[in-house]
């Protein structure tokens, strides 16, 4: 049973920096799309950043593109989600999400959608102030 578990949220105001994480443990393969996704009161879950296991590949919304970094560190089963020059459309609760997935490419792990995975987080929350 793979767990998830975020942190790194926080308030900050426009322009600021944060770094997510999610400490991941249970793995029973080593191929994988990992993702972080985000909702906001009312909203849809949206896709923010996703990333392949085996190949690195990463893939981001066009939302984020250029200002959030999305990274894996193997050897501490950890995901990542740098997020720079945050504004306040960001505020959101942000997931990390996982699916077992072999060989496949970032785009496909962020195509398939929150309805596409299976192991979930239990969020942290962004908030950006103006």
């Known amino acids: 049973q793979v767990q998830l578990v975020e942190s790194g949220g926080g308030s900050v105001q426009a322009g600021g920096s944060l770094r997510l994480s999610c400490a991941a443990s249970g793995y029973t393969g080593s191929s994988y799309c990992l993702a972080w996704f985000r909702q906001s009161p009312g909203k849809e879950r949206e896709g923010v950043a996703a990333i392949g296991t085996h190949s690195g590949s990463t893939y981001y919304a066009d939302s984020v593109k250029g200002r959030f970094t999305i990274s894996q560190d193997n050897a501490e089963n950890t995901l990542y989600l740098q997020m720079n020059s945050l504004k306040p459309e960001d505020t959101a609760m942000y997931y990390c999400?996982?699916?077992?997935?072999?060989?496949?490419?970032?785009?496909?792990?962020?195509?398939?959608?929150?309805?596409?995975?299976?192991?979930w987080g239990r969020g942290t929350q962004v908030t950006v102030s103006s």
């Open positions: 999400a996982a699916k077992s997935c072999s060989y496949c490419h970032a785009y496909y792990c962020y195509s398939s959608g929150p309805h596409g995975y299976n192991y």
